[in-house]
């Protein structure tokens, strides 16, 4: 095992890479969602799928328009996920999967984020055509709906197609994390171990679900490597975000976010769409001008919603560490955890700023061992 400063420099170097990655992966987004529009192959995309559906049929051409988008996007994207996602993390050592395994786990999140975001889509250009002044209202409402929806039941129908859990057997742990929840009457399904280890070598918990479907989750990477107090500490972070609703609260952030998208995309079909060539608002080859302002907007915002999100983080670990006292297990717990997933723990600020939706790990330790 390397020494400490051996390991930071090795999770410099990762997270340097996984930064840049990022930056690149953003800004082949964006070009890839302009083509679309300045080559003229959003139209081009329009005809093969007039070809592949029967034309008098809006709800068939806009699902073939979007698996023929998806497919470009995905064909163009593929060597830099495939470096990013594969690639980079077999050579620092943290993936534990073949390229085969790779590549059949990134296959089934392909297809099922293909098809769940192809009845969004469809949604959305029902309200196209039928209301064509208030489509982007009923469409934030239906969004704010889908967003509860995937909050309460994305674990329980997509967790399994990924990931085994299993009921927690380790009754000294069990017993720990009950008495710490019963403390705070927050009733939760069960305590699963999932086998994340099949994929990776990083550790994580969480809570996930909405009330008859909230669990706690641990990856069996984390009982391997951490001690009961250290994850005890882990859980506390998680069920402080639950105690000051952070879920809630980020719910509600990102409902009004999504209301000034939605009005802006409004306004970008309404005042952009002819002098672009589209035929109408409605049109399904003007896809990639939504994307566009979906993207500008998730990118301008990114800075705002990350300091939100680390301000939450800082609270959670207020929490804990009131929860739990023993400063030392919090804090060891925080450097196993930046060990085992390499993190950078002193990032560049202007990094932090735009990037990290956690405050770095020298910041928390830091404020811990000060507390």
């Known amino acids: 095992m390397p020494d400490n400063s051996t390991r930071q420099e090795e999770a410099k170097r990762y997270q340097a890479l996984k930064n840049r990655l990022m930056l690149i992966s953003l800004a082949l987004q964006g070009a890839l969602l302009c083509l679309a529009i300045t080559a003229g192959w959003t139209w081009r995309f329009k005809a093969w799928a007039g070809f592949l559906g029967p034309a008098p049929s809006p709800w068939a051409l806009v699902f073939f328009y979007f698996l023929v988008f998806s497919l470009y996007l995905l064909l163009l994207e593929f060597p830099l996920n495939v470096y990013s996602?594969?690639?980079?993390?077999?050579?620092?050592?943290?993936?534990?999967?073949?390229?085969?395994?790779?590549?059949?786990?990134?296959?089934?999140?392909?297809?099922?984020?293909?098809?769940?975001?192809?009845?969004?889509?469809?949604?959305?250009?029902?309200?196209?055509?039928?209301?064509?002044?208030?489509?982007?209202?009923?469409?934030?409402?239906?969004?704010?709906?889908?967003?509860?929806l995937i909050g309460k039941f994305a674990?329980?129908?997509?967790?399994?197609?990924?990931?085994?859990?299993?009921?927690?057997?380790?009754?000294?742990l069990r017993g720990k994390i009950t008495g710490l929840?019963?403390?705070?009457h927050f009733p939760v399904k069960d305590i699963y171990v999932i086998n994340l280890s099949k994929t990776t070598r990083k550790a994580n918990a969480a809570f996930t679900g909405i009330g008859s479907t909230r669990r706690v989750l641990l990856a069996d990477t984390l009982l391997e490597h951490f001690t009961h107090g250290e994850i005890e500490t882990v859980v506390a972070h998680e069920l402080?975000?639950?105690?000051?609703?952070?879920?809630?609260?980020?719910?509600?952030?990102?409902?009004?976010?999504?209301?000034?998208?939605?009005?802006?995309?409004?306004?970008?079909?309404?005042?952009?769409?002819?002098?672009?060539?589209?035929?109408?608002?409605?049109?399904?080859?003007?896809?990639?001008?939504?994307?566009?302002?979906?993207?500008?907007?998730?990118?301008?915002?990114?800075?705002?919603?990350?300091?939100?999100?680390?301000?939450?983080?800082?609270?959670?670990?207020?929490?804990?560490?009131?929860?739990?006292?023993?400063?030392?297990?919090?804090?060891?717990?925080?450097?196993?955890?930046?060990?085992?997933?390499?993190?950078?723990?002193?990032?560049?600020?202007?990094?932090?700023?735009?990037?990290?939706?956690?405050?770095?790990?020298?910041?928390?330790?830091?404020?811990?061992?000060?507390?």
């Open 85 to 148: 996602g594969y690639v980079l993390e077999k050579r620092f050592g943290l993936s534990s999967q073949d390229f085969k395994g790779w590549l059949w786990q990134d296959s089934k999140k392909q297809v099922l984020s293909f098809l769940f975001s192809a009845v969004l889509v469809e949604a959305l250009y029902f309200l196209l055509r039928s209301f064509s002044e208030n489509w982007w209202l009923f469409a934030w409402a239906g969004w704010f709906a889908v967003t509860v």
């Open 240 to 371: 402080g975000h639950c105690k000051k609703r952070h879920l809630v609260k980020g719910v509600i952030y990102n409902t009004a976010v999504s209301l000034v998208v939605f009005y802006a995309a409004y306004l970008a079909l309404k005042h952009w769409a002819a002098p672009l060539g589209f035929e109408s608002p409605a049109d399904i080859a003007a896809f990639p001008l939504l994307g566009l302002v979906a993207f500008a907007a998730g990118f301008i915002l990114m800075p705002a919603g990350n300091a939100y999100s680390r301000f939450h983080e800082t609270e959670a670990d207020d929490f804990a560490l009131k929860e739990c006292p023993d400063r030392g297990a919090f804090i060891s717990a925080l450097k196993k955890l930046g060990s085992q997933n390499l993190a950078d723990f002193e990032p560049h600020p202007l990094i932090e700023f735009f990037l990290y939706s956690h405050p770095s790990l020298g910041k928390r330790i830091s404020r811990a061992e000060k507390s």
């Open 181 to 184: 929840l019963e403390k705070y």
């Open 155 to 172: 674990v329980v129908l997509f967790l399994p197609l990924f990931y085994k859990s299993t009921r927690l057997e380790d009754a000294s």
